[in-house]
């Protein structure tokens, strides 16, 4: 019989549905029916393409045994991290602080007051390596609770309070200058692995902030290394099996420094800042590879993330049947030998060595996750086409991994932002539709008439967590991107919508500070706050990034102070962690740019030599540069008020800093002028 989750949205939660786990969602009511039986709540957290989480679903939530223990003696609370980041965040800051380490499942038991007081991730169903079996833990916990009530009531306030008191040395609300920029940059430099790309060792992440702020940084300075670095690392993931050589698009991570054998799940966040970033790459060099990747993971986020209501799901899963019943993890992906021959017959030798597939393989059991190795070979292009269309064909016969078909609003916000240019620096209007429409669904379900913004919707049903700073943050940026590509200043409005709730409801009035939930959003036993870029963009510095645009396009002073604010943060962790930092990093680069603000004004948007003025305008390489596009007098941006056509002739304004260019009807010199 189905439990609680049942009628939940998060095809994560919908997984555990029918598991014979008494499971709660979060809410105020499991903790009120843990206070009335007087026991602990057990919180389990994770997500739905997590590999480990599956393993211990089916170890242990699976099982009658361990269930019916669960459910004697706790009550049982299952979260989607992607759907409540803020419970997540609350509860793995203490894991991490408990443990030194941490990661999903994320497994931590509270007191009826919501306060951790054991903390965990995967847990076997029998000893093992050192580690306690679940029912272990369970046990005791549970006799713990009964017996050292006290004890327990005690850590449990005790680690509450040191979590509450907690600080963020936010450094100030001065923004980095030259100098932090210029450390940043050295920190990378050490830490950059010159032989295979990247930076640290295995796992190895993709970098997409870093090297944003590379490209940034090269077009302010000048500085070839910070392009050599942004260049080579993305030659060595396009290469690498972290990059799907048939069917496009970046995995999770890679398990090695080579970036060979990558965490098979596949990301929609990943491929937003991914696709944007090579798109930003060709812009800067004009690299076949980066273009090409560009486009393919473009075209993968619209075949295969794109839902029916125009918005793009989550994640695939890692793990898929491997045609046996088995679900494994790369089942999908990975080839032998004899599965080269089986499909390409004599062109098996070729598919071998372009691809990387060896005898004794790359993975497990004989696979090998297809690479593109550094070779001498020549290999004819035509053959390697036809290759590549039967190996993706063969795929296509195998059973696909799961798919999340949960919108995530931020994710969302992202992959506007990158089809939107993509499709614009490619003249591939269809990728530029893709980004109308996830924004136009975004403004249907996900804005109520406040334009209050909820996280996640699915099948075009709105899900009851409100939207976080990053989801207002990374909308907006998507909406702004949209913007200047499409010439339609509703964008910019809504834009204005969602950061106005920035300065209102997530930001604190004495210090600039940032934090992750509004002020009126529920109250957990701390408010989070995390400034450092993970995954993706933190809220802080996406925040920080897109008041900085919007303020260019509008000339809106508080949201450029506020922006300014936000950047503190940078100054004081960039040159100590520029990793973690990246996107703020980049942003910083914009304010010192400037940013320039961009008007092309011609006798109508589809006029061809506005078109090609509008397209130079975009493809400048100036730091966080904002276009506004459309007719004389048009009121859509304020940047286009009073700016006549030259001479009759389609024509574009460059202005920084409250100084501007002479008007320009010449796109070579629209060309120098927008780089750096």
Not at 143 to 152: G, I, L, Q, S, T
Not at 441 to 460: E, F, I, N, P, Y
Not at 648 to 665: H, K, L, M, Q, S
Request: aromatic share 8%; charged share 25%; glycine share 10%.
């Amino acid at each position: 019989m189905p439990n609680r989750l049942a009628h939940e949205t998060s095809p994560y939660l919908l997984q555990h549905a029918d598991n014979p786990v008494d499971w709660w969602p979060w809410s105020q009511q499991a903790f009120e029916e843990a206070r009335r039986r007087d026991i602990p709540v057990h919180l389990s957290v994770g997500y739905s393409s997590c590999h480990w989480c599956h393993v211990l679903a089916k170890e242990s939530f699976e099982d009658e045994a361990t269930a019916a223990y669960l459910n004697e003696h706790y009550v049982n609370i299952k979260v989607d991290r992607e759907e409540r980041p803020d419970v997540d965040a609350v509860y793995m800051e203490a894991v991490q602080a408990a443990t030194g380490q941490g990661g999903w499942p994320m497994t931590v038991f509270l007191t009826p007051e919501a306060e951790p007081f054991y903390f965990g991730t995967y847990f076997p169903p029998a000893p093992r390596h050192g580690m306690p079996s679940f029912r272990q833990v369970l046990e005791g916990v549970s006799h713990a609770w009964r017996d050292r009530r006290d004890e327990v009531t005690d850590v449990a306030g005790k680690i509450a309070r040191d979590l509450a008191a907690r600080e963020i040395g936010f450094g100030g609300t001065e923004a980095p200058g030259e100098q932090e920029q210029a450390q940043a940059l050295l920190g990378l430099t050490r830490e950059y692995d010159a032989q295979r790309g990247g930076f640290g060792g295995a796992p190895k992440f993709p970098p997409s902030m870093v090297i944003e702020f590379l490209l940034r940084h090269h077009a302010r300075t000048g500085a070839e290394g910070a392009l050599q670095m942004a260049q080579d690392t993305c030659e060595r993931m396009a290469r690498g099996g972290i990059y799907d050589q048939l069917g496009g698009g970046f995995a999770r991570y890679s398990v090695d420094r080579d970036w060979v054998v990558p965490h098979f799940e596949k990301m929609l966040y990943d491929n937003a800042l991914l696709c944007r970033v090579y798109a930003h790459l060709w812009r800067a060099t004009g690299s076949g590879l980066a273009r090409r990747v560009a486009l393919e993971t473009a075209d993968f986020m619209v075949a295969e993330l794109r839902t029916e209501q125009g918005g793009f799901a989550s994640a695939l899963d890692a793990d898929s049947d491997d045609g046996t019943g088995r679900h494994v993890e790369g089942a999908y992906y990975v080839w032998t030998p004899a599965q080269l021959r089986e499909v390409l017959g004599d062109d098996a030798d070729l598919a071998a060595q372009y691809f990387g597939v060896t005898e004794e393989g790359t993975f497990e059991e004989g696979a090998s996750v297809l690479q593109l190795p550094q070779s001498d070979a020549v290999f004819d292009a035509e053959k390697v086409e036809s290759v590549k269309r039967r190996l993706r064909a063969a795929r296509a016969e195998r059973p696909a991994p799961g798919r999340d078909d949960k919108i995530v609003a931020a994710w969302n916000g992202l992959a506007i932002a990158a089809l939107a240019e993509t499709g614009a620096y490619f003249d591939r209007p269809d990728l530029v539709e893709a980004a109308v429409a996830a924004a136009d669904l975004l403004v249907r379900v996900h804005l109520d008439d406040h334009a209050r913004l909820a996280r996640t919707s699915k099948d075009g049903r709105v899900g009851a967590n409100a939207g976080v700073l990053e989801d207002y943050a990374d909308v907006a940026e998507g909406f702004l991107a949209l913007a200047s590509v499409t010439g339609e200043g509703v964008w910019l409005e809504f834009a204005g919508l969602l950061l106005d709730h920035v300065l209102v409801r997530f930001t604190d009035e004495k210090s600039g500070a940032l934090f992750d939930t509004a002020a009126d959003a529920e109250q957990l036993i701390r408010r989070p706050q995390d400034p450092t870029d993970n995954a993706t963009p933190s809220g802080w510095t996406a925040a920080a990034g897109a008041l900085l645009s919007y303020a260019a396009q509008t000339g809106a002073e508080p949201h450029r102070t506020a922006a300014e604010r936000a950047l503190g943060v940078v100054k004081a962790l960039g040159p100590r962690v520029p990793r973690f930092i990246g996107w703020g990093l980049a942003v910083a680069e914009a304010r010192l740019d400037g940013p320039r603000e961009v008007a092309v004004v011609g006798p109508a948007l589809d006029d061809e030599a506005t078109k090609s003025l509008h397209r130079t305008a975009l493809l400048g390489t100036a730091p966080g540069a904002v276009v506004a596009y459309g007719v004389p007098g048009s009121d859509e941006f304020p940047l286009l008020a009073d700016r006549p056509l030259a001479g009759g002739e389609p024509t574009a304004y460059v202005c920084r800093n409250f100084t501007c260019d002479a008007p320009t009807t010449d796109p070579e010199r629209l060309r120098a002028a927008l780089h750096a």
